[in-house]
């Protein structure tokens, strides 16, 4: 399974943004007196132009504007005809450095330059119109003595009696460091968050206070991402970590603490299907109200880093059965485990039962995390009585090992059933009438939709109450003639992986994940965003910042 890459990229209207994460201890230059180092450098426009007359503030990266005494010191300069400034410094700190041109009011900031034993060059740095940060109080704030803060630089605001929310202004764009909180009563200071991101002219808000670390997951449904043209509402967006990518040492160990809010910082539902800080792998669903077509901008803040929050997975409210979800089983637990150890993840809480000789080697990895594979044998589920109403969806994905002969993946004797014929060497996607004759694909027309071994393909069928389709990989494969009669509702349990009735039936000998039995017929635009969204190499999420 692949993770998603976490871009660390600097902002388009910011061209100093890379900076302000790099430590200059590397950057080296001549000799200096014993104890003493100099920091030279350059200030440009956003031409390229050098800029003359800037001032340059260097001080040490714990400076606290409202306390510190600036120890051990800090230096100011001005730059020259050639945009170029040198200041002395002591060996053995951290410094950050501020550059403003009070003529234009832009204005950059690098922090976390280390100094060594020698004197350093700081990468050149690109003034750019500033920002403003909107910083949402932690709880238990000191309205009178309180105060907000950027480590390391004059920038800071002082709480107000009455406001949930404090305002610094004239803040360099890019991605701030860290924003801290701290009393005139008090020695301590707190991070409120790390890494900030601020765009020129614009205000960054500091949600979530007490959780010291987020990052924006950006949805792209453009050509380039998914290629959904349409709004789909209410939709499960799966959003892979990975260790290469994510610092799960920075969460806590069962991902108690993350949460997801949308743009304007309003909390959205997720469900952790799977946290592995030792393997460094994750997979989480998070609901979105709206995932708008043909679009880059949208995007979700994940937030981690509280070790007092208390976990709010859940599955109900993602997988909501008022938005149709019938029943949905990740398929990643240990079958081990025994009865209704497979869960199914809406509140109807269909779990289904293993049966056969499934045991813990049955867990593998699948198309969106874990997953169980069975030996076509005599490995199955049993889910119990799920009916289905007029119109439906079901779907999953499936890697099939052997494929000669009849494969149920998902059977409901007498009602319903997706599954692979080998006499017409095609998938087929059927229910049954009251007068007990089965209707759909292939037997009320349609395309053959044929499969092939050790390939994972995403299948969903839906029924809108007049023709059966058939999807293979997000794509219309198969669409029946006009059907009228409803699917046929009984007791009988829903299994998966064979045919209930018959004992001799033929079983599914591969791997099968995520299927879902859902109420209402998933748009065409429903489906493509599901596949783009879970395959491996996915379209969706592909954008951290």
């Given at each position: 399974?692949?993770?998603?890459?976490?871009?660390?990229?600097?902002?388009?209207?910011?061209?100093?943004?890379?900076?302000?994460?790099?430590?200059?201890?590397?950057?080296?230059?001549?000799?200096?007196?014993?104890?003493?180092?100099?920091?030279?450098?350059?200030?440009?426009?956003?031409?390229?132009?050098?800029?003359?007359?800037?001032?340059?503030?260097?001080?040490?990266?714990?400076?606290?504007?409202?306390?510190?005494?600036?120890?051990?010191?800090?230096?100011?300069?001005?730059?020259?005809?050639?945009?170029?400034?040198?200041?002395?410094?002591?060996?053995?700190?951290?410094?950050?450095?501020?550059?403003?041109?009070?003529?234009?009011?832009?204005?950059?900031?690098?922090?976390?330059?280390?100094?060594?034993?020698?004197?350093?060059?700081?990468?050149?740095?690109?003034?750019?119109?500033?920002?403003?940060?909107?910083?949402?109080?932690?709880?238990?704030?000191?309205?009178?003595?309180?105060?907000?803060?950027?480590?390391?630089?004059?920038?800071?605001?002082?709480?107000?009696?009455?406001?949930?929310?404090?305002?610094?202004?004239?803040?360099?764009?890019?991605?701030?460091?860290?924003?801290?909180?701290?009393?005139?009563?008090?020695?301590?200071?707190?991070?409120?968050?790390?890494?900030?991101?601020?765009?020129?002219?614009?205000?960054?808000?500091?949600?979530?206070?007490?959780?010291?670390?987020?990052?924006?997951?950006?949805?792209?449904?453009?050509?380039?991402?998914?290629?959904?043209?349409?709004?789909?509402?209410?939709?499960?967006?799966?959003?892979?970590?990975?260790?290469?990518?994510?610092?799960?040492?920075?969460?806590?160990?069962?991902?108690?603490?993350?949460?997801?809010?949308?743009?304007?910082?309003?909390?959205?539902?997720?469900?952790?299907?799977?946290?592995?800080?030792?393997?460094?792998?994750?997979?989480?669903?998070?609901?979105?109200?709206?995932?708008?077509?043909?679009?880059?901008?949208?995007?979700?803040?994940?937030?981690?880093?509280?070790?007092?929050?208390?976990?709010?997975?859940?599955?109900?409210?993602?997988?909501?059965?008022?938005?149709?979800?019938?029943?949905?089983?990740?398929?990643?637990?240990?079958?081990?485990?025994?009865?209704?150890?497979?869960?199914?993840?809406?509140?109807?809480?269909?779990?289904?039962?293993?049966?056969?000789?499934?045991?813990?080697?049955?867990?593998?990895?699948?198309?969106?995390?874990?997953?169980?594979?069975?030996?076509?044998?005599?490995?199955?589920?049993?889910?119990?009585n799920v009916s289905v109403p007029g119109n439906y969806s079901v779907g999953l994905w499936v890697l099939l090992d052997t494929i000669g002969d009849y494969e149920r993946f998902?059977?409901?004797?007498?009602?319903?059933?997706?599954?692979?014929?080998?006499?017409?060497?095609?998938?087929?996607?059927?229910?049954?009438?009251?007068?007990?004759?089965?209707k759909g694909l292939l037997q009320d027309g349609g395309t053959r939709v044929p499969l092939t071994t050790g390939t994972w393909y995403y299948l969903t069928a839906t029924f809108?109450?007049?023709?059966?389709?058939?999807?293979?990989?997000?794509?219309?494969?198969?669409?029946?003639?006009?059907?009228?009669?409803?699917?046929?509702?009984?007791?009988?349990?829903?299994?998966?992986?064979?045919?209930?009735?018959?004992?001799?039936?033929?079983?599914?000998?591969?791997?099968?994940?995520?299927?879902?039995?859902?109420?209402?017929?998933?748009?065409?635009?429903?489906?493509?965003?599901?596949?783009?969204?879970?395959?491996?190499?996915?379209?969706?999420?592909?954008?951290?910042?």
């Open positions: 399974m692949n993770a998603f890459v976490f871009n660390r990229i600097t902002l388009a209207a910011a061209a100093c943004a890379a900076l302000f994460m790099v430590r200059c201890a590397n950057i080296s230059g001549g000799g200096s007196e014993a104890g003493n180092a100099r920091i030279s450098g350059m200030v440009q426009s956003t031409q390229g132009s050098p800029v003359a007359n800037a001032m340059i503030t260097v001080r040490p990266s714990d400076f606290d504007p409202v306390k510190s005494s600036a120890s051990p010191g800090a230096s100011v300069a001005i730059t020259g005809a050639d945009g170029r400034f040198e200041v002395a410094v002591r060996q053995g700190y951290t410094y950050s450095i501020q550059a403003v041109f009070a003529s234009a009011g832009t204005r950059a900031l690098i922090a976390a330059v280390t100094i060594g034993d020698s004197d350093i060059t700081a990468p050149s740095c690109t003034l750019n119109a500033p920002s403003s940060l909107k910083v949402m109080l932690p709880d238990g704030a000191d309205r009178t003595l309180g105060y907000v803060y950027v480590p390391g630089t004059s920038m800071y605001a002082f709480l107000k009696s009455g406001e949930g929310f404090t305002i610094i202004d004239s803040v360099p764009a890019g991605i701030i460091p860290a924003v801290s909180y701290s009393s005139k009563e008090i020695s301590a200071s707190t991070v409120l968050r790390y890494n900030v991101p601020a765009l020129p002219g614009d205000t960054a808000v500091v949600y979530n206070p007490s959780w010291q670390y987020s990052r924006r997951l950006f949805l792209n449904t453009t050509e380039n991402g998914a290629q959904v043209q349409g709004e789909v509402y209410n939709f499960p967006v799966l959003v892979r970590l990975s260790a290469a990518h994510f610092p799960f040492a920075q969460a806590q160990t069962d991902g108690g603490d993350i949460r997801f809010t949308k743009n304007d910082g309003t909390p959205v539902p997720f469900e952790i299907e799977r946290w592995d800080p030792v393997s460094g792998l994750a997979e989480v669903w998070v609901k979105a109200d709206t995932v708008r077509g043909n679009d880059s901008s949208q995007y979700f803040t994940l937030y981690w880093g509280n070790p007092s929050a208390t976990g709010l997975s859940s599955g109900a409210a993602v997988f909501d059965t008022s938005n149709g979800f019938i029943g949905v089983w990740h398929m990643n637990e240990n079958p081990s485990t025994g009865a209704a150890s497979i869960k199914d993840r809406t509140v109807n809480a269909h779990d289904a039962t293993p049966f056969g000789s499934m045991t813990s080697a049955n867990s593998v990895d699948g198309a969106t995390g874990k997953a169980l594979s069975f030996n076509g044998k005599d490995d199955y589920l049993n889910a119990g998902i059977y409901k004797d007498s009602s319903y059933t997706l599954w692979y014929d080998k006499d017409s060497v095609s998938v087929r996607m059927e229910h049954m009438s009251s007068t007990t004759r089965w809108d109450g007049t023709v059966i389709r058939l999807y293979k990989n997000g794509t219309e494969a198969s669409v029946s003639n006009p059907i009228t009669v409803m699917p046929r509702t009984n007791t009988k349990p829903l299994v998966f992986g064979k045919s209930y009735t018959d004992p001799n039936d033929p079983m599914v000998y591969g791997i099968m994940d995520e299927i879902r039995i859902e109420g209402v017929a998933r748009s065409a635009d429903w489906i493509r965003l599901c596949y783009m969204n879970q395959k491996v190499d996915d379209k969706l999420v592909n954008s951290y910042k």
